[in-house]
């Protein structure tokens, strides 16, 4: 079945950078857009970015946040540069298709505090 | 961007009692395919979401029927005919005709 294994989440100071990863297993995963959604303690749900063939980010992480895969890792990536606190949050990647977020995994949280 | 606004923020409801839940969008939802991307999603106290609603009345697999979506263009309706102490948690509507993807505020519902 489906598995998305979000990592790389953790606790890290203002104007620093972090990496995340997803792990897929479970389907053919260079057949599928990738997205990241992210959730602010207590608060609702924010798209972030997609990659398939191309590349869409949210404006509030342009420039800052990049998205990539590895089709042969079946891994997809969020670099986050220049993190800021409103970037604190429990980020989610979701399969696309053939319904919309059919499939997500359980989030890692970041934390961006001194 | 389109604006996806839910009403109510909250509700309280008495198991085997109906709920409903609006939704609206800034824009039609309606794509030149015939498609309505209108997509409502349940995040269980600690869970990640879960698709309930595809495509404003669709049923995703596994979701019980007393799950029903409904409307058109930019009103949509989600209606529980029997809630369930399964069902607490927030629910949210979502969009998908156009990047970026927007979410409602969410709707939050919990048990009496």
């Known amino acids: 079945q489906v598995h998305l294994v979000e990592s790389g989440g953790g606790v890290v100071q203002p104007g620093r950078s972090l990496r995340l990863s997803c792990a897929a297993s479970g389907f053919t995963f260079s057949n599928y857009a990738m997205h990241w959604v992210r959730q602010a303690p207590g608060q609702g749900l924010e798209w972030m970015a997609v990659?398939?063939?191309?590349?869409y980010y949210a404006d509030s992480v342009k420039g800052r946040f990049s998205i990539s895969r590895d089709n042969s890792k079946n891994t997809v990536y969020m670099q986050m540069n220049s993190l800021r606190a409103e970037d604190t949050a429990v980020y989610y990647c979701?399969?696309?298709?053939?319904?919309?977020?059919?499939?997500w995994g359980r989030g890692t949280l970041v934390t961006v505090s001194s | 961007d389109v604006v996806m606004t839910q009403t109510p923020l909250s509700l309280s409801v008495t198991p085997g009692q109906p709920a409903s839940i609006s939704c609206k969008s800034s824009?039609?939802?309606?794509?030149?395919?015939?498609?309505?991307?209108l997509y409502w999603y349940l995040q269980k106290p600690g869970q990640s979401p879960q698709l309930l609603i595809y495509e404003v009345s669709n049923r995703f697999s596994g979701v019980p029927d007393r799950f029903s979506g409904s409307g058109s263009g930019t009103d949509f309706t989600l209606r529980i005919s029997r809630v369930e102490a399964e069902d607490v948690g927030v629910y949210y509507c979502?969009?998908?005709?156009?990047?970026?993807?927007?979410f409602g505020g969410g709707t939050k519902v919990e048990i009496k």
């Open positions: 979502m969009q998908s005709i156009q990047l970026p993807v927007t």
């Open positions: 979701a399969r696309e298709g053939p319904r919309y977020f059919e499939y």
């Open positions: 990659i398939s063939s191309n590349k």
């Open positions: 824009q039609s939802l309606l794509y030149s395919d015939g498609k309505t991307y």
